[in-house]
């Protein structure tokens, strides 16, 4: 059974920075991507970053790129979301997803992730 725990969220004052950790219960697979999405209050949850299996390949959604990076450690089996530049805006539960069908393809859509993680709250104050 595939288990994702993110950790690292919290209060943050705008312009801070916050790193999200997420622990995956098995090994990678070759060509997998792992992801990170965020779900605001009375939002739908969308896509923030990927990261192919070697990491030689990322993605990020326009409202987060050259703030946030994303990274990975395959041998310890975790993802990381490093946020610089945090605006109000960015509040929201981020949560770590897992596509281990991808065959290297970074998709930005919900459907394509297996595995999911509870979320971890990250609030940004003005």
């Known amino acids: 059974q595939v288990q994702l725990v993110e950790s690292g969220g919290g209060l943050v004052q705008a312009g801070g920075s916050l790193r999200l950790s997420c622990a995956a219960s098995v090994r990678p697979f070759s060509n997998d991507v792992m992801g990170w999405?965020?779900?605001?209050?009375?939002?739908?949850?969308?896509?923030?970053?990927?990261?192919?299996?070697?990491?030689?390949?990322?993605?990020?959604a326009d409202s987060v790129k050259g703030r946030f990076t994303i990274s990975r450690d395959n041998a310890k089996n975790m993802v990381y979301l490093q946020m610089n530049s945090l605006k109000p805006e960015d509040t929201a539960v981020?949560?770590?997803?897992?596509?281990?069908?991808?065959?290297?393809?970074?998709?930005?859509?919900?459907?394509?992730?297996?595995?999911?993680?509870?979320?971890?709250?990250?609030?940004?104050?003005?």
């Open 37 to 60: 999405f965020r779900q605001a209050a009375g939002k739908e949850r969308e896509f923030v970053a990927a990261i192919t299996w070697g990491g030689g390949s990322t993605n990020y």
């Open 94 to 126: 981020y949560y770590c997803a897992a596509d281990y069908r991808a065959g290297g393809r970074i998709s930005v859509h919900l459907r394509e992730y297996d595995y999911w993680g509870q979320g971890t709250q990250v609030t940004v104050s003005s």
